[in-house]
């Protein structure tokens, strides 16, 4: 790929300082800019956002709350345009609606609040700078919510475990849930990965699902309350409906009429996204992470090969490759503590192709549907929470975010790749660390494919990042001198610039100051060198990023302003970024002044 210092892979800036300010901080010499919120007219006849008068149908056509994956597509007739594409995770009731508000609407707008957004914007007169393109005049725009049709495809679609009352083919659901990270593929479409959809579904396991759905964390209970108005998400009126969800998200953006996919070749988990990227023997290769303390790195690799000759055709063919191919997951193995380094040798364990099931006494068919459970019986390394996985496209290598894991050191056994067990926290933005068990700050993992092979078998790996503040003695830059890096803690997205480096937004920072945005390069003399560049609002994670094709701008999402516990309507710690007494989840786009 080609290496570009220009732009965002070169700018030079004093690191932003640790804050706990309600709004998004960046260095001197860049404005940040709200480009979307909650609420903002997505599709026509949309109605004005008005908090204290929400409807379903009015938030099944508004930008959808939470948003948290970025990617930006070039616009297919107009230069001066692009096509933004996110994701909505959840809702926080307790933040979005007003004390007293009738519990039916809240259901309502809480489940037309989840999806994805396509949303057309322009470029403004600042360079770097982009705002909304007006709504009456886009072809694009879009909102997928809990009501909108999705296509179930590959080896799984139709199976027996995903038909219902609603869906006697197994092949059609309705909506999307818990949509967290995500990617753009070679071939133009959106990737957004179904996270933690087990807090959906009602009532108590069916006894047929006991220990499949246990496995995933589907444990009835209250829920959200939601069947209520929909029946589906109570397990008593439709057992097989949580197998529906936990799915890879394949959109066209460029088709506002086209269904959605969830794609069962990619497997189901807790799927925190999914990246892909061609090999050097044209297979596509899907990384994902699977976000639970203990769980897995995994891989897919396509049968067919990528069609780059840029054709409408090539681009159908290439809509076809997450079809047919095969699905692995990861163990590392380490090389011993001797060479004072986490790192060693890794291997790809494959579970199924979508003819063959590799897992004794499973089908394809029960490997992608209860594919934690085939996993296990392969002994594959669990991981510290593996967020996004995503392929450096200037130096190749494969990072993942490993966000943290509380109960490394006890339930999980350290191993070299999961090394820490005590951590160093702060609880006050001016207190001492002190020790925490487990792993609290994160890790940032490099893997590089045997044979630059991403479609091999083996790897090496490492950890680039032992995160925390760097007082703290577990943690580790790359050898960079820890007298010269921000405190980072909790990796969650990453994302790439021209020149290679890598940024990663935060989720969940324990050092006592707000998440934020941090760029690290990965090559050279500056290599580990972890700088803020920025910070979100009070309660928010930083979710994003996304560095712009042409590097003048970096796309953030800070996401659940305000969410602290006991938290009200009326009752916030956020109001960012209006100022109208509650905060609203949005998009910003930072440039240099
Ligand atoms: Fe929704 Fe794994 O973060
Ligand atoms: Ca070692
Ligand atoms: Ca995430
Ligand atoms: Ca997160």
């Avoid at 809702?91 to 957004?117: C, I, Q, R, Y």
């Avoid at 409906?241 to 066209?252: A, I, T």
């Avoid at 990246?275 to 044209?282: D, E, L, Q």
């Avoid at 580990?528 to 560095?547: H, K, L, R, Y």
């Amino acid at each position: 790929a080609a290496v570009s210092a220009r732009g965002a892979g070169g700018w030079a800036f004093t690191p932003v300082a640790p804050n706990r300010d309600d709004k998004v901080t960046v260095p001197r010499g860049f404005r940040a800019d709200v480009l979307i919120s909650w609420g903002d007219r997505v599709e026509k006849g949309a109605p004005r956002f008005d908090v204290r008068n929400q409807t379903p149908e009015a938030a099944a056509q508004q930008f959808g709350y939470n948003n948290d994956y970025v990617g930006v597509l070039p616009h297919p007739t107009k230069q001066k345009r692009a096509v933004l594409v996110t994701n909505h995770e959840y809702t926080d009731e307790n933040l979005m609606f007003p004390t007293g508000t009738d519990a039916d609407v809240v259901k309502g707008v809480a489940m037309a609040s989840h999806g994805l957004s396509v949303v057309e914007i322009v470029r403004g007169a600042r360079k770097g700078s982009w705002r909304r393109a007006k709504v009456a005049n886009t072809t694009l725009n879009r909102r997928l919510h809990v009501g909108s049709d999705f296509e179930l495809v590959g080896p799984a679609a139709g199976d027996d475990r995903l038909k219902t009352s609603e869906d006697a083919t197994g092949t059609t659901v309705k909506g999307t849930l818990n949509n967290c990270s995500g990617g753009r593929t070679p071939w133009g479409t959106i990737l957004s990965g179904e996270e933690n959809f087990n807090q959906y579904f009602e009532g108590t396991r069916p006894a047929e699902y006991e220990a499949e759905y246990a496995r995933y964390g589907i444990s009835g209970g209250a829920g959200r309350g939601w069947s209520s108005i929909e029946p589906r998400f109570s397990m008593q009126n439709e057992p097989n409906e949580p197998y529906r969800f936990g799915w890879v998200v394949e959109l066209d953006p460029y088709d506002p009429t086209s269904t959605p996919r969830k794609h069962t070749m990619l497997g189901r988990f807790k799927h925190e996204g999914a990246n892909v990227t061609i090999a050097s023997n044209g297979k596509a290769v899907a990384y994902m992470g699977d976000d639970e303390r203990g769980d897995y790195i995994y891989r897919f690799v396509s049968a067919g090969t990528f069609d780059g000759s840029g054709t409408r055709k090539a681009r159908k063919a290439n809509m076809q490759l997450l079809l047919t191919g095969t699905l692995y997951v990861a163990r590392f193995a380490g090389d011993g503590a001797e060479d004072e380094r986490y790192d060693g040798t890794g291997r790809w364990l494959p579970l199924c192709s979508d003819t063959e099931s590799f897992v004794e006494g499973m089908t394809v068919a029960d490997v992608l549907l209860n594919t934690r459970l085939a996993a296990d019986t392969v002994s594959p390394t669990r991981m510290d929470r593996p967020e996004d996985v995503e392929v450096n496209p200037v130096n190749g290598r494969v990072y993942a975010a490993l966000t943290n894991n509380s109960n490394r050191g006890t339930t999980f056994p350290a191993d070299e790749a999961n090394p820490i067990t005590t951590s160093q926290v702060r609880s006050a933005p001016d207190a001492p660390l002190t020790s925490a068990s487990g792993n609290r700050n994160g890790y940032v993992l490099e893997m590089t494919p045997g044979n630059d092979n991403h479609a091999g078998t083996d790897f090496q790996w490492s950890l680039m990042l032992v995160c925390g503040d760097p007082e703290a003695p577990e943690t580790y830059f790359a050898d960079f001198p820890k007298d010269q890096v921000s405190p980072i803690s909790c990796p969650d997205n990453v994302a790439f610039d021209g020149a290679g480096n890598l940024w990663i937004s935060t989720d969940g920072n324990v050092l006592a100051s707000n998440d934020g945005l941090f760029r690290v390069p990965t090559r050279g003399p500056n290599r580990g060198q972890v700088q803020q560049f920025a910070s979100t609002p009070f309660g928010a994670e930083c979710c994003g990023p996304f560095i712009s094709d042409d590097q003048l701008t970096v796309f953030l999402a800070p996401q659940h302003p305000g969410e602290t516990d006991g938290a009200t309507f009326e009752d916030q710690s956020s109001t960012w970024p209006n100022d109208e007494g509650f905060p609203r989840p949005s998009v910003v786009t930072v440039y240099r002044r």
